[in-house]
């Protein structure tokens, strides 16, 4: 489930933008994707979801699941790291052909976009989601993604990027149907 939000920072509070250097991610990156998965959605979507549901995230469980991803590739499958000029990975994205049951064998996905809090409002998320559509737009003409539809912030970021709502929203359960998430979609041509 895609979603960029913003912390409220003062200006002074936040650090100066950096430049961020977007890669294609290998199994290595297993533990830095992991690291921000998990610290991006407890930030990102507190009060959105339920406190008890964000606390027992598993950085371990999120570590498996990328080592086994990257270990196995697929095609029309991307996954890319923005990392800062020390090495750190700040944030990745993920796409792959559209998981829709209604989406035609053209249209893609932007299953992820995550960045650690720390480079939120830094210029990470624009480069790192003009990198994913770019991959996008290698094989898809069409791509959708999902968003929590109380996530004001991700949808205000996806609006400002050229994505479009295109009327389909689902419910889905997660945690044993303990949580449950209200998202709509987004559309958008990658190869604008």
């Known amino acids: ?47 959105l979801i339920p ?47 559209s998981r829709d049951d209604d989406a035609t064998p053209d249209t893609g996905e932007l299953a992820s976009i995550y960045l650690l809090p720390e480079f939120w409002s830094r210029g990470y998320g624009r480069t790192l989601h003009a990198h994913a559509l770019t991959a996008l737009a290698t094989d898809f003409p069409t791509a959708t993604l999902w968003v929590l539809a109380g996530n004001t912030r991700a949808r205000g970021f996806y609006e400002r990027t050229g ?9 889905e359960s997660v945690a044993n149907g303990t949580v449950t998430l209200e998202e709509v979609r987004y559309r958008i041509s990658p190869r604008l």
């Open 163 to 171: 994505w479009t709502l295109d009327g389909r929203t689902k419910v």
């Open 51 to 97: 406190d008890d549901f964000l606390a027992g995230l598993s950085t371990s469980a999120r570590e498996g699941f990328w080592t086994q991803t990257l270990a196995t590739p697929q095609a029309r499958h991307s996954v890319l790291v923005a990392e800062t000029p020390d090495g750190t990975i700040a944030g990745f994205a993920a796409s792959s052909p």
């Open 1 to 47: 489930m895609p979603g960029l939000d913003h912390v409220a920072a003062s200006a002074s509070a936040r650090p100066a933008s950096l430049a961020a250097a977007v890669r294609p991610a290998v199994v290595a990156d297993a533990p830095g994707i992991a690291h921000v998965h998990v610290a991006s959605w407890q930030a990102a979507y507190a009060g």
